[in-house]
């Protein structure tokens, strides 16, 4: 038999996650495939009466249950055993923002602005038929090259090992937090594939919320099959995956959708603040109850560090978002979630963003945030880190004023910079000093700190035209120009 009387070539599945790249390969003409053109298409009457034209189809029903079913079996049986996998719905939202990728054809992750919010698998191919199931499962198959990070080995951030070529798309499918999934298949007439074009290649794209493959994290705890369910959870347990018993989890017929009801009623309109009737001279860190929200409570240019109390990990304070939280979440209880405190309160600086155009969910550090599927504005939360300066250090030295603002550490300063003189650790205004300044000897102006030392938290500003000089607290400052402003620390 020669070559060309050969009536089989051999079948090539690739896959892809992020911004690795993914294929099937099969015969461009065969029975399989004009049978699953015919399977696919909506319309056999809509051709190309234009360039690029594109059928527009959404996934097949059967196809959408198979997909919801393999995945939670594939999680439920997971090893070692999961302690807090959580049981996965279908969603209608993952499902539409999968079919608008999967109609732009293009062989790559996207769209950008959403890919921050949320998990993507991908797969591609042509030629006989592959369900979608096909392709879950050979994500899944990934597990063969993946080994599992025990707790032990977390110090604090666990060690990524893949043997093979790749595990994310495995990961992310096993993620136990992610528990919301919405997948489009798309028959693409012609599709850039690795620089090859492709005829009729069948488009899947997976998108999950809440989004994994976090970097050095595990993709789920391991221990007895749901003794670490989210408390929202109520103790359900079906399969070995957390599950909310009293819901009619039939997810394809009745998808359990927007977690919207989860949301807190539309905050009352921002009372206008009145203009201060003098400088602030002592702005103290802000001390925030748990439930205190940055929409509620930080306005101002000072309001970048907050000093949370103890024992917000169980008060009811709610927290929409991971990383990027929604400003009317309760600052504590997000600073607990992301990490940078624990439960017996400390120091949180805050920086806040422009609108964000999703919220996600995720539960870490015993508590569980919430998701909101609707722009709004955001902040991020960072430790305070703490550094020991001298009596001649200065703002522009360590914590230059940097657009739009800058966070510093806290600064401790030693006993007797009072004495210091003036050519050595100037101060130069009346609170609100040059950078130029003596930090310390500044505090000691501004009455934050006495003479013998203490904690200083500064705030870098943009620079004024004009600087008093004041004989305060036993030290005359001069006049002059990059400023920073003193606020009282607390000493601990």
Same mark, same amino acid.
């Given at each position: 038999m020669t070559f060309a009387g050969m009536t089989w070539l051999p079948v090539l599945s690739l896959l892809l996650l992020c911004?690795?790249? #993914?294929?099937?390969?099969?015969?461009?003409?065969?029975?399989?495939?004009?049978?699953?053109?015919?399977?696919?298409?909506?319309?056999?009457n809509v051709t190309s009466n234009r360039a690029g034209n594109r059928t527009r189809r959404a996934i097949r029903w059967s196809d959408r249950e198979d997909i919801i079913q393999l995945h939670n079996k594939l999680r439920g049986g997971v090893y070692p055993t999961a302690s807090n996998m959580e049981h996965m719905i279908w969603d209608d939202e993952l499902e539409r923002s999968a079919t608008h990728w999967s109609e732009e054809c293009q062989w790559d992750h996207g769209p950008q602005d959403l890919l921050? #919010?949320?998990?993507?698998n991908l797969a591609v191919h042509w030629g006989r038929y592959r369900s979608p199931a096909f392709h879950v499962q050979a994500w899944y !198959?990934?597990?063969? !090259?993946?080994?599992?990070?025990?707790?032990?080995?977390?110090?604090?951030?666990?060690?990524?090992?893949?043997?093979?070529?790749?595990?994310?798309?495995?990961?992310?499918?096993?993620?136990?937090?992610?528990?919301?999934?919405?997948c489009a298949v798309h028959v693409c007439p012609r599709m850039n594939v690795w620089g090859?074009?492709?005829?009729?290649?069948?488009?899947?794209?997976?998108?999950?919320?809440?989004?994994?493959?976090?970097?050095?994290?595990?993709?789920?705890?391991?221990?007895?099959p749901c003794s670490q369910c989210?408390?929202?959870y109520g103790g359900?347990?079906?399969?070995?995956?957390?599950f909310k018993e009293t819901e009619d989890m039939n997810e394809v017929e009745k998808p359990q959708v927007p977690v919207q009801p989860r949301t807190t009623a539309k905050p009352a309109p921002k009372p206008k603040p009145s203009p201060p009737k003098k400088p602030a001279s002592r702005p103290s860190t802000p001390k925030a109850t748990t439930p205190r929200t940055l929409r509620d409570k930080c306005k101002g240019a000072t309001c970048n560090r907050y000093h949370c109390p103890a024992n917000c990990l169980n008060k009811k304070g709610k927290v929409w978002g991971t990383l990027f939280y929604d400003v009317q979440s309760s600052i504590c209880r997000a600073a607990i979630h992301f990490g940078v405190i624990d439960n017996n309160g400390g120091l949180v600086d805050i920086t806040r963003k422009d609108k964000f155009p999703f919220f996600v969910r995720a539960t870490k550090n015993g508590i569980e945030s919430f998701s909101k599927y609707k722009p709004g504005n955001a902040f991020v939360v960072a430790k305070v880190e703490e550094t020991t300066a001298d009596c001649y250090t200065t703002v522009a030295e360590i914590c230059p004023f940097k657009k739009p603002d800058s966070h510093c550490p806290r600064i401790f300063c030693p006993a007797n910079c009072k004495t210091q003189p003036s050519y050595w650790s100037p101060v130069i205004g009346n609170n609100i000093y040059t950078d130029s300044s003596s930090i310390c000897k500044a505090a000691i102006h501004a009455g934050?700190?006495?003479?013998?030392?203490?904690?200083?938290?500064?705030?870098?500003? !943009?620079?004024?035209?004009n600087y008093v000089g004041v004989l305060k607290n036993g030290i005359q400052s001069e006049r002059y120009y990059s400023i920073f402003f003193i606020r009282k620390g607390l000493i601990r």
């Open positions: 911004v690795r790249d #993914s294929a099937s390969l099969f015969l461009p003409d065969s029975k399989e495939l004009r049978q699953l053109l015919s399977r696919y298409e909506e319309d056999q921050m #919010s949320i998990g993507q !198959d990934e597990v063969k !090259d993946y080994t599992y990070p025990y707790s032990h080995e977390c110090n604090p951030w666990c060690p990524e090992r893949c043997s093979g070529p790749m595990c994310t798309h495995y990961t992310q499918l096993v993620w136990a937090t992610t528990n919301r999934v919405g090859e074009i492709w005829e009729n290649a069948v488009y899947l794209v997976c998108n999950y919320s809440p989004k994994g493959n976090w970097i050095g994290e595990a993709p789920y705890q391991h221990g007895r989210p408390p929202s359900g347990c079906r399969n070995n995956l957390c934050v700190i006495k003479a013998d030392g203490g904690f200083v938290d500064v705030l870098p500003l !943009d620079k004024r035209k």
